[in-house]
């Protein structure tokens, strides 16, 4: 069979086979959903960390400054992840993404990005003027956080195959990570919002919001921004 011919084949099957999925417990790993049309439905809150201008990164620096920043950042944005419940689900180039469940994720995930502010700024970017005390440079960084219903299916070939996450909190939150507000570096839906604890709402003292309502332009929606940041210890 000539590839082309294949290729038709294979996409017909898709489209034309019925769906089975079943409810998810957690968040599943990809040998735990077959490559057919086969899927996993859960209820999730997905994080999206982003690093910012890493095209300027690559473009105006030595390619090992620029590895080390890329290892620097994700490492400690993993960390602070699991730390927090998370399960890290995809690497993109300069960032990585992130699904909480249960009861607690909203939460969960509003001050894992909260702490991945305080890394940067306490941690990582001190760090880097240690070592380089001559450079400019400074880490900065987006997190956009949504939840909603996700379908997840597993795609690719066998032997190269990973999941996909459909749903509107896969989009949101990627689109919310890239956002440039401002100071702002957290970013998070009203739904995500609306199901926070106190604890995850409100900081200093006295108490007051670390969430501040703005207009997200691209949507026409009404999103929720913070420049707090929440020590990691």
Same mark, same amino acid.
């Given at each position: 069979m000539d590839l082309a011919k294949e290729l038709r084949t294979e996409v017909s099957d898709i489209l034309s086979s019925r769906?089975?999925?079943?409810?998810?417990?957690e968040v599943p790993e990809?040998?735990?959903?077959?490559? !057919?049309?086969? &899927?996993? %439905?859960?209820k999730g809150t997905v994080l999206y960390a982003d690093l910012r201008d890493s095209t300027g990164l690559v473009n105006d620096y030595k390619d090992f400054f620029a590895a080390?920043?890329? %290892?620097?950042?994700?490492?400690? =944005?993993?960390?602070?992840?699991?730390?927090?419940? !998370? @399960?890290?689900?995809?690497?993109? $180039?300069?960032?990585?993404?992130?699904?909480f469940i249960g009861n607690n994720k909203n939460s969960a995930a509003?001050?894992? &990005?909260?702490?991945?502010?305080? =890394?940067? %700024?306490?941690?990582?970017?001190? &760090?880097?003027k240690?070592?380089?005390?001559?450079?400019?440079?400074?880490?900065?960084? $987006?997190? !956009?956080?949504?939840?909603?219903?996700?379908?997840?299916a597993r795609t690719g070939i066998r032997g190269s195959n990973d999941l996909v996450w459909v !749903?509107?909190? =896969?989009?949101y939150a990627a689109k919310l990570a890239s956002l440039d507000e401002g100071s702002y570096s957290s970013f998070i839906?009203?739904?995500?919002?609306?199901k926070l604890n106190d604890t995850s709402k409100y900081g200093g003292?006295?108490?007051?919001?670390?969430?501040? @309502?703005?207009?997200?332009?691209? %949507? $026409?929606?009404?999103?929720?921004?913070?420049?707090?940041?929440?020590s990691v210890t």
């Open positions: 769906w089975q999925s079943r409810d998810g417990l990809p040998e735990d959903i077959q490559l !057919g049309n086969h &899927a996993v %439905k859960l080390e920043i890329y %290892k620097s950042y994700l490492l400690v =944005a993993c960390k602070i992840i699991r730390s927090r419940g !998370g @399960e890290i689900t995809a690497f993109d $180039g300069d960032r990585v993404m992130a699904v509003a001050r894992t &990005a909260l702490q991945l502010n305080y =890394a940067v %700024k306490k941690i990582i970017n001190p &760090a880097i240690e070592a380089y005390p001559n450079s400019s440079f400074q880490v900065k960084q $987006g997190v !956009g956080i949504d939840s909603s219903p996700l379908f997840v !749903g509107r909190a =896969a989009n839906t009203e739904e995500v919002y609306n003292q006295p108490k007051r919001p670390m969430w501040e @309502e703005i207009i997200w332009e691209e %949507k $026409g929606l009404a999103i929720y921004a913070s420049t707090w940041w929440w």
